[in-house]
T-cell receptor
Framework: NAGVTQTPKFRVLKTGQSMTLLCAQDMNHEYMYWYRQDPGMGLRLIHYSVGEGTTAKGEVPDGYNVSRLKKQNFLLGLESAAPSQTSVYFC??????????????FGEGSRLTVL | AQTVTQSQPEMSVQEAETVTLSCTYDTSESNYYLFWYKQPPSRQMILVIRQEAYKQQNATENRFSVNFQKAAKSFSLKISDSQLGDTAMYFCAFMKPIPSSGSARQLTFGSGTQLTVLP
């Protein structure tokens, strides 16, 4: 199994450009998450989804939009990129947190640089 | 607010020796999960060990063990017989419910400890 796959792995954008990060998981997980990782701050939750067709805001949602049209995919969009969005983005998935130990399975990360 | 604090930004240890990484957290909940994740230079987040708060016994996974002090809200990671491959950033994380989300949970991470194993 591939687990959690993120594309692209690296991207450089100019301020104001838009882009979409794709996360795909093949574990039939219900829950999916987008985190961002900045130096010295650990990972912070941007948006999450508890199932196909549902999304919700996390700790730092401003400037991002998400969609979960298919259970296996969770898209993170930047409509107008800003330098403050330069970060490493991680997608994660899990089964049903109330029924298991809550382990999240992470993708390999996507490094985004906004100039 | 629920926070996770790792007070050691960097640590080093000689190969084959033992090192302990500290973590404290703040919560008003009685049942929760705690995790240690490892992030090597490849950036992959790898689960090292988990602890369920209602369990008295400290979790162990081969060379990795935790010292879970619930009353003190402390969750340290001990790595025995350190190996060069243990060099990585280590994150302590706390699993908590997401408000108004029903059953959804999220991981709150500490800022990490960069561990270097020296040959």
């Amino acid at each position: 199994n591939a687990g959690v796959t993120q594309t692209p792995k690296f991207r450089v954008l100019k301020t104001g450009q838009s882009m979409t990060l794709l996360c795909a998981q093949d574990m039939n997980h219900e829950y999916m998450y987008w985190y961002r990782q900045d130096p010295g701050m650990g990972l912070r939750l941007i948006h999450y989804s508890v199932g196909e067709g549902t999304t919700a805001k996390g700790e730092v949602p401003d400037g991002y939009n998400v969609s979960r049209l298919k259970k296996q995919n969770f898209l993170l969009g930047l409509e107008s990129a800003a330098p403050s969005q330069t970060s490493v983005y991680f997608c994660a998935s899990s089964w049903t947190p109330t029924l298991n130990t809550g382990e999240l399975f992470f993708g390999e990360g996507s490094r985004l640089t906004v100039l | 607010a629920q926070t996770v604090t790792q007070s050691q930004p960097e640590m080093s240890v000689q190969e084959a020796e033992t090192v302990t990484l500290s973590c404290t957290y703040d919560t008003s909940e009685s049942n929760y999960y705690l995790f240690w994740y490892k992030q090597p230079p490849s950036r992959q987040m790898i689960l090292v060990i988990r602890q369920e708060a209602y369990k008295q016994q400290n979790a162990t996974e081969n060379r990795f063990s935790v010292n879970f002090q619930k009353a003190a809200k402390s969750f340290s990671l001990k790595i025995s017989d350190s190996q060069l491959g243990d060099t990585a950033m280590y994150f302590c994380a706390f699993m908590k419910p997401i408000p108004s989300s029903g059953s959804a949970r999220q991981l709150t991470f500490g800022s990490g400890t960069q561990l270097t194993v020296l040959p």
